[in-house]
């Protein structure tokens, strides 16, 4: 069972807490976490699935329901086509980044990207779409801003969700190079 909002807050006051939400949280949640171990990074997380709490620098959230989102206190936002139906919710939250915070949304999702554009005194907002990519003999392989080609077991399917952990993986250090090699490891 996940800790409660509250209780992951407390656990994590010195890190900075990263909330996945939306349809694809789960899948972008796993992919990061493969992304950040790895490049070897630090990291604490909490899923409905996993909760791991350390030192690390970062806290992952994926929360199991939405009743106290706000407790999370988060710095980033990552938005995957939220639903219609909790627009106002996720526009709250949205309202509570604090400064010097971002909000990474899905471009593609009109209700994430009304939400994420709305001007807020010095909270970055930045758009994902699927990465560029091909593909050569029925295997996806993506294409870096330099050309470079690296295979990926990931599919189609994965292309937006990958464009969100690419944005947050830039957001706490990790290099388009890393990223990309790590991506090409997927299993």
């Given at each position: 069972m996940q800790t409660s909002s509250l209780g992951?807050?407390?656990q994590s006051l010195d890190q900075q807490r990263i909330l996945v939400l939306g349809k694809n949280r789960?899948?972008?949640?796993?992919?990061?976490?493969?992304?950040?171990?790895?490049?070897?990074?630090?990291?604490?997380?909490?899923?409905?699935?996993a909760e791991r709490f350390d030192d690390s620098p970062i806290m992952i959230i994926e929360p199991g329901d939405t009743n106290a989102?706000?407790?999370?206190?988060?710095?980033?936002?990552?938005?995957?086509?939220?639903?219609?139906?909790?627009?106002?919710?996720?526009?709250?939250?949205?309202?509570?980044?604090?400064?010097?915070?971002?909000?990474?949304?899905?471009?593609?999702?009109?209700?994430?990207?009304?939400?994420?554009?709305?001007?807020?005194?010095?909270?970055?907002?930045?758009?994902?779409?699927?990465?560029?990519?091909?593909?050569?003999?029925?295997?996806v392989v993506l294409i870096s801003s330099t050309n470079e080609k690296y295979t990926t077991r990931l599919?189609?399917?994965?292309?937006?969700?990958?464009?969100?952990?690419k944005d947050i993986a830039k957001k706490i250090g990790i290099s388009s190079g890393q990223f990309y090699r790590a991506i090409a490891a997927f299993q």
């Open positions: 992951i807050y407390q789960t899948r972008i949640l796993q992919i990061i976490l493969f992304v950040l171990k790895y490049n070897n990074r630090k990291y604490s997380v909490s899923s409905p699935a989102l706000s407790a999370y206190q988060h710095h980033i936002l990552i938005f995957s086509e939220l639903p219609l139906a909790d627009k106002l919710l996720y526009s709250t939250l949205a309202d509570e980044t604090p400064k010097s915070g971002s909000i990474i949304f899905d471009e593609t999702d009109p209700v994430s990207s009304e939400i994420a554009k709305k001007q807020r005194p010095d909270v970055a907002a930045s758009g994902y779409t699927a990465l560029k990519s091909e593909l050569q003999q029925s295997k599919g189609i399917e994965d292309l937006k969700n990958l464009g969100a952990v």
